[in-house]
Nanobody, 129 residues
Framework: QVQLVESGGGLVQAGGSLRLSCAAS????????MGWFRQAPGKEREFVAA????????YYADSVKGRFTISRDNAKNTVYLQMNSLKPEDTAIYYC??????????????????????WGQGTQVTVSS
């Protein structure tokens, strides 16, 4: 069992930056691929970014590529999402997710919410124009 707790959300002006953190507890964090998803009001949950268990592979949604960076620190059991050049359309609840995969994760696996077994409670990000 893995417990995930997100933090770092808040209100920021367009063009600003935020760094989200997801702290994991429970089983061996380094054996898990991690993902970030988001859900805006009235919309379905969508993929944002993912990172393999070693951090060697990362994947991004086209809408955030070049602006967001996912990283992980296995010593701290934490995954991060650095968000730069934020836009009002980035406003959403951001969720951290985990799946036990000791090996490469394919893009299709990374981007699919059904891949992930564990989810955090979410953190609100609001970008004002």
């Amino acid at each position: 069992q893995v417990q995930l707790v997100e933090s770092g959300g808040g209100l920021v002006q367009a063009g600003g930056s935020l760094r989200l953190s997801c702290a994991a507890s429970g089983r061996t964090f380094s054996s898990y691929a991690m993902g970030w998803f988001r859900q805006a009001p009235g919309k379905e949950r969508e993929f944002v970014a993912a990172i393999s268990w070693t951090g060697g592979n990362t994947y991004y949604a086209d809408s955030v590529k070049g602006r967001f960076t996912i990283s992980r620190d296995n010593a701290k059991n934490t995954v991060y999402l650095q968000m730069n050049s934020l836009k009002p359309e980035d406003t959403a609840i951001y969720y951290c997710a985990a799946v036990f995969i000791e090996g490469p994760i394919t893009p299709a696996q990374a981007m699919g919410p059904l891949t992930y077994d564990y989810w955090g409670q979410g953190t609100q990000v609001t970008v004002s124009s």
